[in-house]
């Protein structure tokens, strides 16, 4: 869980630090970037996910904390810290999530993928050094698991 919560907080902040270093600079974030953001920690925060909802059988509404947790934020929080949502929320005009049903965990992320991204492919092909597979992203769990239980 805590692997999950990391590789979304990297996410968020890769795609904050895209906005930050706009300041000052001109024109919008270059698809490239953004592109490059996704692959990475924004990729392995999915795959984590839905990891978890194959693994677990349950839909990402039924692993968001309920009403009656002492942790609870706002409904479909599991479902909300999918890439693609958190893509839409640092910039809202790269997308539209009409059609995107909460409990449709993948939903934002398939809209982001069938994207055009110039010199890069679609939004979900990233290059092989980027590709994380879930053998892959397990090992990278296991190992920022093993840097945690060190740190503390």
């Not at 953001?37 to 909802?53: F, G, I, K, P, T």
């Not at 009403?67 to 999918?82: I, M, T, Y």
Request: hydrophobic share 35%.
């Amino acid at each position: 869980g805590q692997t999950m919560e990391l590789s979304m907080e990297w996410c968020r902040s890769g795609l904050a630090s895209l906005v930050t270093e706009l300041a000052g600079g001109h024109g919008p974030v270059s698809d490239q970037d953004l592109h490059e953001v996704m692959c990475n920690y924004c990729s392995l925060s999915d795959e984590l996910r839905a990891h978890a909802m194959n693994v677990s059988a349950c839909d990402c509404l039924q692993l968001s904390t309920g009403p009656e947790d002492l942790a609870f934020v706002r409904e479909g929080d599991f479902c909300q810290k999918n890439s693609g949502r958190l893509l839409c929320t640092a910039f809202p005009k790269r997308c539209s999530q009409e059609d995107c049903l909460l409990k449709d965990f993948d939903c934002p992320r398939r809209e982001y993928d069938a994207t055009h991204v110039p010199l890069k492919g679609l939004g979900g092909e990233c290059s092989h050094g980027s590709i994380l597979t879930v053998p892959t992203l397990l090992s990278i769990a296991l190992l920022i698991g093993l840097v945690l239980v060190q740190l503390s």
